[in-house]
């Protein structure tokens, strides 16, 4: 889809491919901003996943891009257009909520068929249209199939072609896969990536769960309080969390307070080497898992080790510093030590990021 220029508008910019745009949006209930003058761009063919704990706004700014919730400043461009006052069955955008909403009573056909019944798609081209979304899906020839009958990952299949059935020029996910285990979840993550890019579908998803995220998204945008706290590519915001909160979200919990002096910043943990270039002074520092090297035990800062958890790809060693805040590192299943060991640990710079 092109979007539509208003005359004289430039089509120069960073953001002339946006398909949605918010401008300052801000959201209040009460006294409490869930939106709090929130601007973001998401470009055609985009996936945007916005993630943030409990309460920062996520479905709020969902909801209110769907047209079902009012501003109370700002504004959302969509296509190019404005759609303060755009009712939300005009703005074209399809919704797919955590619960699925799927109509009991109806069949897969039935269902999936309703966004096309409310285009006015003849019964043809209603069963032609189902046939295919299914296929798309993952679900060929499910179409008389009893919903009830359906496992959650089929039902989710089933409420996402029922989305997509109307060509939504923007899809937007809420929680899409909140109800699901971690393998079927991983698994769909996957295929839904791929389907989005095959079809080249424009996608605005939230969930609160960082590794669905990043898996999916081109961009991920981390908010807090109602407001954006980090955008970025999966890499850079998992390489450099723009601050304290947002590294303690993604689950790096090994922050501390230093003091950088030429190549090294003193902490509580000792000398911590930090990336060339790191600007000098005081600051708050996390070391990624990644960077906390053990070595022998009368090398570098002894810890004794208090947890070992097992992480699939690696084990999360927990480790007591004498006096300083905890700390954890990543080590191959081989290498981690027993709990009670105690060890020496050194920190590599490459994991080292000093925090805004
Ligand atoms: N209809 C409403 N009336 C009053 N307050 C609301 C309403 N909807 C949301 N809020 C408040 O706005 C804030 C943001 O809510 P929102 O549902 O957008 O957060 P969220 O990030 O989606 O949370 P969750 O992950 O729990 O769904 C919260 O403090 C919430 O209590």
């Known amino acids: 889809m092109t979007a539509v220029q208003p005359k004289g508008a430039s089509t120069a910019g960073a953001d002339a491919g946006a398909l949605l745009r918010l401008d300052d ?28 704990p409990s309460g920062s706004g996520k479905s709020t700014l969902l909801r209110a891009v769907a047209g079902l919730q009012g501003l109370d400043g700002g504004r959302i461009v969509l296509g190019g257009r404005d759609q303060g006052g755009v009712p939300a069955h005009k703005r074209g955008v399809g919704l797919m909520f955590q619960d699925h909403q799927l109509f009991p009573q109806r069949d897969v056909a039935g269902n999936v068929a309703f966004g096309l019944r409310m285009h006015g798609a003849s019964r043809a081209e209603q069963a032609l249209g189902v046939a295919e979304l299914l296929d798309l899906v993952g679900l060929p020839g499910a179409q008389k199939r009893a919903v009830s009958s359906l496992s959650g990952g089929e039902q989710q299949r089933v409420a996402l072609a029922r989305a997509l059935a109307p060509r939504p020029r923007l899809l937007m996910l809420d929680e899409p896969l909140g109800q699901l285990d971690r393998s079927l979840r991983e698994r769909l993550v996957a295929e839904l990536r791929e389907l989005f890019g095959e079809l080249g579908t424009t996608v605005l998803a939230v969930t609160h769960d960082q590794g669905e995220a990043f898996a999916l998204a081109d961009r991920v945008v981390v908010m807090r309080d109602g407001r954006i706290a980090q955008s970025g590519t999966p890499l850079e ?50 070391v990624r898992p990644a960077g906390v090297r053990l070595v022998g035990a009368r090398e570098g800062l002894a810890c004794v080790v208090t947890a070992r958890t097992f992480r699939g790809t ?17 080590c191959a299943l081989r290498d981690a030590p027993a709990v009670g060991e105690t060890v020496g640990v050194a920190f590599d710079s490459g994991d080292v990021v000093v925090l805004g």
């Open 25 to 52: 949006v801000t959201v209040r209930f009460g006294a409490r901003a869930a939106l709090d003058t929130v601007g973001l761009d998401v470009a055609e063919h985009e996936i945007v996943c916005v993630l943030g």
């Open 314 to 330: 690696h084990v999360a060693v927990r480790l007591e510093p004498p006096g300083g805040p905890r700390l954890e590192a990543a």
């Open 237 to 286: 915001v998992w390489r450099n969390p723009a601050d304290e909160f947002v590294a303690r979200f993604l689950g790096f919990d090994n922050v501390v307070d230093a003091t950088v002096t030429g190549e090294a910043a003193d902490t509580v943990w000792g000398k911590v080497p930090v990336p060339d270039g790191t600007r000098q002074g005081a600051c708050r520092l996390l």
